[in-house]
């Protein structure tokens, strides 16, 4: 039987008014990992604030840490010429810009981007996720069999928190150790876990955000992961997963892409 979700994320918009801080790019944007498509900001002026990471028509746009915290932001928009640009609160949905820079990005392996520790999947080797994926995926070199062990795993060992969502703030960000944990949350915090997991085992991984109307209700996340046999992605709803497994022990691993509409992809 089917059993569709909550919504799991809240999206925003903001305006952008003219002014600029006058101080420099580079005491706020660090392009050393360029080449593995992060890059890193920082910023200790306070207030709130976000970055927009732009590339011709496209653009995302994260919250920042404004109190010096360095946090690495992902760009997953194929080489070229980005445009990133630092922004500040000044009232409502208004928000004036602090600096920008163009920055040129050449990644070689376009999936080396999704094997990195981004601000929404934020994992290290001290990770005590990353510790539980070295040990379900001990002595096994394939790629592919770590990702149907981490699955199983994920959809075995969590459960859906239904009352999470309403104490939730427009910018929350899951924090990986605290899913794994607490075993415990929304499709944000499982769809984070997941990639976390996957990408300190050497899988390219993605947290997509979107639409998925037959598995949930509203806006929705779940993963998309390289298959190397297939030389694409296949799609993966540990989410869903995990609320139908007990009534439903053969779900399927992988989706049929047709039934997800991406918007996002981290």
Not at 108 to 133: E, G, H, M, R, Y
Request: hydrophobic share 35%; proline share 3%.
């Amino acid at each position: 039987m089917k059993q569709k979700l909550l919504v799991c994320i809240v999206a925003s918009v903001i305006w952008i008014v003219a002014g600029t801080s006058g101080i420099a790019a580079a005491d706020y944007f660090n392009t050393a990992d360029l080449a593995s498509g992060v890059i890193h900001v920082t910023y200790d002026g306070g207030g709130k604030t976000k970055v927009m990471i732009q590339k011709g028509d496209k653009k995302y746009t994260y919250d920042v840490n404004s109190a010096g915290k360095k946090e690495s932001y992902p760009l997953q928009l194929g080489n070229g010429t980005y445009k990133v640009s630092l922004l500040v609160n000044t009232s409502g949905n208004s928000y004036k810009l602090i600096a920008s820079k163009d920055i040129d990005v050449q990644i070689t392996n376009p999936n080396s981007v999704f094997l990195t520790s981004v601000q929404n999947i934020n994992w290290n080797v001290d990770s005590k996720a990353v510790a539980k994926a070295v040990e379900l995926t001990k002595g096994v070199d394939d790629v592919e069999q770590k990702a149907k062990i981490l699955w199983d795993y994920m959809v075995k060992n969590n459960a859906y928190d239904y009352n999470k969502l309403n104490t939730l703030s427009s910018d929350y960000v899951p924090v990986v150790d605290r899913t794994f944990v607490d075993k415990s949350g929304i499709c944000y915090d499982f769809s984070s876990l997941y990639a976390a997991m996957l990408r300190s085992q050497g899988k390219p991984a993605k947290l997509v955000k979107g639409y998925a109307p037959k598995n949930a209700s509203g806006y929705h996340a779940w993963n998309e992961v390289y298959d190397e046999s297939k030389g694409g992605w296949v799609i993966i709803d540990t989410t869903y997963d995990l609320q139908v497994i007990t009534k439903n022990p053969k779900v399927p691993m992988l989706k049929n892409s047709q039934d997800f509409n991406k918007v996002y992809e981290y």
